[in-house]
């Protein structure tokens, strides 16, 4: 934790005393470009903590965009790595879309701490985990998840078949043609190995062997 937060840390807690608070919690927050400020999420997740009587014990901050990968997302990281330390009992966030940069990898966020049994906080949905309500919101969020995967699925084996159906050829073009041919057949009459000849038309000598096979003619390796 920086010097910075220790202070915010402490001017959030200075509404109340230590007796008071009923739940130890960590605010997350996170904006995607430098351009953006995490002051608005702040200020409307402090007013919830003073209403719920919450004490902030650590604040995760970081600006990055939602579709980094999770190895880049140090904040989230030391977040989650906290979370198995039983640093706090919940985390509150501005919006769920926060914790994830996909639908995917919200619910594996939710599931970690879920098992950890810390809950989740969302100020823009209003969803609060700690409530059946919320947990049954938060499961909804899974179904839906595996339903657009199911549908993203669906739609990718139909533009397959379409496109197999119009003439469309997949996978990796080879680099094979008249041209290669004959001039494998060339240097192997001269007599180069199929290594030889690999090296110096730069293939790989698979490709020299189909090019042979190709001219009866051509002596092959035994």
Known sequence: MTTGQNKDIRFLNDFMDD?????????????????????NQMI??????????WKVVEIYEETISGTKGVDERVELNRMMH??????????IVWSV????????????????????????YSFVQGIDTSTQFGK?????????????????????????????????????????????????VDLRRKGLSMRGIASKLDV??????????QDKDAILET
């Open 44 to 53: 409307e997740l402090v007013e919830v903590c003073n209403r719920n009587k």
């Open 204 to 213: 790989s000598t698979t490709i020299v062997q189909k090019s042979l096979k």
């Open 97 to 120: 879309d926060r914790l994830g940069r996909s639908m995917k990898h919200l619910i594996t966020t939710l599931s970690q701490l879920d098992d950890l049994n810390v809950d989740v």
């Open 136 to 184: 049954s919101m938060f499961s909804m969020v899974g179904i839906f998840a595996e339903l657009e995967n199911n549908m993203r699925s669906e739609r990718q084996k139909i533009g397959i078949r379409r496109a197999l159906e119009n003439g469309a050829k997949f996978g990796r073009k080879s680099i094979m043609n008249d041209e290669l041919v004959q001039q494998v």
């Open 82 to 91: 906290d979370a198995c330390r039983k640093k706090f009992a919940k985390v």
């Open 19 to 39: 007796a008071d608070a009923v739940l130890e919690v960590a605010l997350y927050l996170r904006v995607s470009t430098s351009q953006q400020t995490t002051e």
